[in-house]
């Protein structure tokens, strides 16, 4: 059973710093990963899709990374700013169903 | 871009009432949408997969007689939640599907059950 695991859980940095996200995942043999993005009481935004026959994305200042063989995908964010602070969750979507199993979210707090 | 709707956004009911929560694909059809459930502080977990024209399949330890789902055209699915208690207050998310990779996410719905 696929089990995908975000670290930290919870993460707090000034403004302008570039920081990393983490996501784990137990199961290689998955079809995509994507990142998420959701404000309080919203819903979500996707930021990145990665298949899995790729290494990387980019959006802006958002770079993700799928290392499918490891099981581990991180989200860089450049340059942080006030306007980043939310939850991010990734996914992984694989099987006969291509049914998304979700992380447990790191709530990223950017600091003025 | 391709947009989903949830109606209501928010509800408040009482216990051992009925809550119809509607998802709606507003420029794309959606043969395939997706109902989660968010509890507070912690991530979507999917409760039940639907087609349109055909059954909803749900996850293990959702009950299909409490959580209702209905699709009934390429547009819009509806989650009818039955009978409802407070265990049942959560965030319900739906998403659709066009066919190809992307999930599209609709806004959420707040059910609150007194």
């Known amino acids: 059973k696929q089990e995908v695991t975000q670290i930290p859980a919870a993460l707090s940095v000034p403004e302008g710093e570039n920081l990393v996200l983490n996501c784990s995942f137990t199961?290689?043999?998955?079809?995509?990963l994507q990142w998420f993005r959701q404000d309080p009481g919203k819903g979500l935004t996707s930021l990145l899709l990665i298949q899995s026959s790729q290494r990387e994305q980019t959006s802006g200042r958002l770079n993700a990374s799928l290392d499918k063989s490891s099981g581990r995908s991180t989200l860089y964010i450049a340059a942080s700013q006030p306007g980043d602070s939310a939850t991010y969750l990734c996914?992984?979507?694989?099987?006969?169903?291509?049914?998304?199993?979700f992380g447990t979210g790191t709530l990223l707090a950017v600091q003025p | 871009g391709a947009v989903v709707s949830q109606h209501p956004s928010r509800v408040i009911c009482k216990s051992g009432t009925s809550v119809k929560i509607e998802c709606r694909s507003l420029d794309f059809q959606a043969t395939t949408m997706f109902w989660y459930r968010q509890f507070p502080k912690q991530s979507l977990m999917l409760m039940a997969t639907s087609n349109e024209g055909s059954k909803a399949t749900y996850e293990q330890g959702v009950e299909k007689d409490k959580f209702l789902i209905n699709h009934a055209s390429l547009t819009l699915s509806t989650l009818t939640v039955t009978s409802a208690h407070p265990e049942d207050s959560s965030f319900y998310i739906c998403?659709?599907?066009?066919?190809?990779?992307?999930?599209?996410f609709g806004p959420g719905t707040r059910l609150t059950v007194l």
């Open positions: 998403s659709a599907r066009s066919g190809g990779d992307n999930e599209i």
């Open positions: 996914a992984v979507s694989g099987g006969a169903t291509n049914k998304l199993i």
């Open positions: 199961d290689s043999a998955i079809y995509n």
